[in-house]
């Protein structure tokens, strides 16, 4: 054997090795496990569900459509119904939970509708309805949410995570499909949003890029979960790019706005509008040299 | 039948029916919508197009490349004219716009190599040329932007969304094709960075991650529609990360630099500096107890 | 021909022309260049070998288990060695670089476990270890940033920065290879996180979504190569959304905490708490007129 391939040997033996340290990295015997990729399959095709006639492999006529459409539907239920199952435990509680996530479709759809039409109003730069569901990231991860929080109010442990973070990776926003949102919820632009897991949310809510809704500390690590952590926004407020509003105690009042940057971690009465003080007096301007001073 | 198996069947009827209420997410028929996946297939050949020697297929002979780079150019301008076909609706119309398009290619070019040699010069972390041309997301951005741009410009609609978007989604940076820019731009790291559709970005400008050129206020909605609501950058600009820059009526004088995190709704005259005041001054220490306190 | 297809030909020539002003952009004859596709692929295969159980493709038995991890580290090894030997020119160095790299493996993965565990630790809506390392994006960047730190370390050019903005793209959190990052590092949320390659991080660091590691200027361009940019962070210091601490002179004292939105540039003592002053105060409230004004 040539001396590159034993050393080749060597390290595969070292490594094979260091699986036996017993840590939480070195668990090799995974039976339960859901499948990333199938779940990430999965959200695809609810998409396809939600909006029958965009995401669709060509379908010219009508009951061909629907008929594509049951087979669909069948094919994400089979699909979910395994991987509840695995991490669940159990085939029949998985069958239980499927049935009642798809009950809860035509209510997603229905909440879609209206961030979709929120999505639209507020933002001059959309040309039409069509654009924001082919090409708007907010409308994404909001339709991802909305279905992962079904699955989370169901008991469902891990697959609400990993469909929320799969949104978070393709659009920027961290929405915890824990957290309790309302109609008509508009998010532009979107990067760097979190939205933390305790949030409740109103209706008519906008929120820009930037904005953290997240916990003052989180020190006491896993002492706090479960415990409300995160804030709640009423109907009709907006929040500008970059602000951060924090703490389970903090309720911004409805219809308030809150500027860009504000740092907010006590509740706002309704109707106020916040924004960092004089913002543009904090500058510090260095003007050029004139002419005559050479 | 089981069980479970009637009570799908129940549920694809529910949703098949919930289809029926005539809203936006509704639309069944819809024949006319440009493919997602085939658009993002053409922004990986359009970027071999611009770049002919980085993400080529392993052609080694001269001969064989020039061979290969116009099967390549035949097959996007045959995907393009497709795909602009089904959204204006005329087949004439995308054969006029596909061959502009292509004839703006060099011109764009031009461009592509000024934004590569400001991403070299600009970054010291930066080990060559070809690191920046194969792993930085802003000049990935800018490129896909440029492209899109021509399109945007030529009236196309929806399709440059689709294009931007999806490099948003690669690079976290969301620059609205209608957006001008001219020549030598830099952005480094990039993510959270959105410049909005009527901003105008003069030459040797440069942006870093999390700055935002956006619209003082879009409660006005699809009324503000074609309408100035963003800034103008002018020559020779360094704008440091987090700094949002707001309103149709903001200008950048030429060779300003604007701080970190400022934040600015007003014009900057040339050649000023601004930085958020004093900014270490702000803040507020709080100390460890020293030893003999205790 | 027809006049569509003449013009095509036309327009074909012209950027096949265009290939010939001898720029960067137009270089064509490219025979050294990793491949991204096969360094993407190897990062997934990589993280298989790191975390044994959790993405394999569905091995029940142990011996299974052990036959398919050294088949797949003997394919990485193969394609790493192919790739290294493409930038780096020599297969014989390549060969070394690749042994030094895997016999890395027990200590990264000795420290990616201790990030585990300060992510578990860190954040109560953790539900278990499994949903950390299925699911958060913080673990998938700093697993990605260990690896590619080491290929760094051993003077491979261009592959590492390949794998972390990869990373980049997924989870928008930017760690440059030639960061050093101590054990216990735990990054919440993550979007919008650049941490800069001559940043030096001790243990038990705690980092938000929009931090930034930086420099204080880079107008020095490629001058600055190689010098000490970036900050010093030590032991046991949580760094809130949104803070900026710049400068290779700046040393961030073990145990302080840094706050939101916090802009540093020179050093702070151990265990210092810092948040920007009186953040609330600066809010300028606009609150709503009252029944009785009417």
Chains 1, 2, 3 share one sequence.
Do not use: W
């Not at 070292?14 to 859901?34: A, V």
């Not at 940057?261 to 040299?289: D, H, Y």
């Amino acid at each position: 054997m040539a001396p590159f391939e034993q050393e080749i040997e060597a390290i595969v033996d070292t490594i094979l090795e260091d699986y036996l340290h017993g840590r939480d990295i070195d668990r090799i015997d995974l039976f339960k496990q859901p499948d990333k990729d199938i779940i990430i399959d999965m959200i695809g095709k609810l998409r396809r569900i939600i909006f029958p006639g965009y995401f669709t492999e060509k379908t010219y006529r009508i009951y061909n459509a629907k008929h594509n459409l049951s087979m669909l539907i069948e094919d994400v239920m089979f699909h979910l119904t395994e991987q509840v199952g695995l991490v669940m435990g159990s085939k029949q509680e998985a069958e239980r939970i499927c049935l009642a996530f798809f009950r809860a479709i035509p209510q997603v759809r229905a909440l879609v509708q209206t961030d979709l039409q929120a999505s639209y109003d507020g933002d001059p730069a959309a040309s039409g309805k069509d654009e924001v569901i082919f090409s708007y990231p907010g409308l994404f991860a909001i339709t991802v949410y909305r279905l992962a929080h079904v699955l989370y109010s169901l008991g469902v442990p891990m697959i609400p995570r990993i469909m929320t973070e799969h949104a978070h990776s393709v659009t920027g926003i961290d929405i915890h499909p824990g957290a309790t949102v309302g109609e008509y919820f508009f998010i532009d632009h979107g990067t760097g949003i979190v939205i933390g897991e305790t949030t409740v949310i109103g209706d008519h809510v906008k929120i820009y890029q930037g904005v953290t809704l997240g916990a003052l500390s989180t020190r006491g690590g896993q002492n706090l979960r479960g415990k409300r952590r995160h804030p709640t926004i009423e109907d009709h407020v907006t929040i500008y790019a970059g602000a951060s509003i924090l703490g389970g105690e903090t309720v911004i009042g409805s219809n308030s706005v809150i500027g860009s940057n504000a740092f907010i971690t006590s509740s706002i009465a309704p109707g106020t509008t916040v924004t960092p003080k004089t913002q543009e007096l904090q500058l510090r301007v260095k003007e050029p040299k004139k002419e005559n001073d050479k």
